[in-house]
């Protein structure tokens, strides 16, 4: 859905529950405000289902003033390259990314990771206090910056971003209730 906007508008994206979705669960493309408020994505499951090897749990494209907070994503589908993520920024501005669960469940083999920026945003960007977690080998991609991918060995503090994050399975109590079992 396209939704125009002015300085004026502040998009609250907040306390839903999206599964079985298609290609991606959120999708915000030029989506903002002006410098006098925060748009918000909050408390948002994005859980499996997804339908294509080309599936995102979040997309922002152009995004700004945006703050992304503890949000639960979980892409279970098998994806066909690191670019599909549970979380992927193709460019934005001023944003917060913090405290989200961003979960790459695919099958073995699936190439898609946790967390995919290919371009960093502008302005403020905080990135910190995420859990990253993918099922496949112990030193799997975690994380995509800009052309470099990060592992569990070397994504803490990464570019200056993720020195409290972790890598920990968040247990969800199944692939579409995005709650943690304990």
Do not use: C, E, W
Not at 66 to 95: C, K, M, P, R
Request: net charge positive; hydrophobic share 30%; proline share 3%.
């Amino acid at each position: 859905q396209n939704a125009p906007n002015t300085l004026d508008r502040i998009h609250r994206i907040n306390a839903n529950r999206f599964y079985n979705s298609g290609n991606y669960g959120i999708y915000i493309s030029s989506g903002g405000s002006g410098t006098t408020g925060r748009n918000q994505l909050n408390n948002n499951m994005v859980a499996g289902g997804l339908r294509s090897s080309n599936a995102n749990g979040i997309f922002l494209s152009s995004a700004t003033n945006f703050d992304v907070l503890h949000n639960s994503v979980n892409v279970d589908i098998s994806t066909n390259n690191s670019q599909y993520a549970a979380l992927f920024i193709s460019s934005g501005n001023n944003l917060d990314i913090r405290n989200n669960a961003l979960a790459h469940n695919g099958p073995t083999g699936s190439l898609g990771i946790p967390a995919y920026i290919s371009n960093m945003p502008g302005g403020l960007f905080r990135f910190d206090y995420n859990n990253y977690f993918k099922t496949s080998d112990s030193n799997a991609a975690l994380l995509f910056m800009t052309g470099t991918t990060y592992t569990l060995t070397n994504y803490k503090g990464a570019m200056g971003y993720n020195q409290n994050s972790v890598s920990v399975n968040p247990q969800f109590v199944s692939s579409t209730d995005l709650h943690t079992a304990n």
